[in-house]
Nanobody, 119 residues
Framework: VQLVESGGGSVQAGGSLSLSCAAS????????MGWYRQAPGKQRELVAV?????RLADSVKGRFTISRDNTKNTVHLQMNSLKPDDSAVYYC????????????????WGQGTLVTVSS
């Protein structure tokens, strides 16, 4: 099972970007999908995750929107009113990936995509 990200790039402060992630491979269901980010010198932090509940970081509320399509096993992150502090590598995340054999990937991560916001 793989998570393939697309989107990201560079934008000026106040601009918008979108990220997409698609899960591919052999699986039956995914309990949660979403996004984390890691800025240079900082720990990886949750941005938004859609699962049993919707979790959204306080720092992005009102600016970022997460949407998930369970039929396509995709998750999208629309980022508006971007700030320089949003600059980071954004990682797609999946939790509770159930395989046809009844196994479970507890957590999966994408390769990461860079978002750069200039002031």
């Amino acid at each position: 099972v793989q998570l393939v990200e697309s989107g990201g790039g560079s934008v000026q402060a106040g601009g918008s970007l979108s990220l997409s992630c698609a899960a591919s491979g052999s699986f039956v269901s995914i309990k949660a999908m979403g996004w984390y980010r890691q800025a240079p010198g900082k720990q990886r932090e949750l941005v938004a995750v859609s699962g049993e509940n919707l979790r959204l970081a306080d720092s992005v509320k009102g600016r970022f929107t997460i949407s998930r399509d369970n039929t396509k096993n995709t998750v999208h992150l629309q980022m508006n009113s971007l700030k320089p502090d949003d600059s980071a590598v954004y990682y797609c995340y999946a939790r509770g990936v159930i395989t046809p054999e009844g196994g479970e990937w507890l957590e999966l991560w994408g390769q990461g995509t860079l978002v750069t916001v200039s002031s």
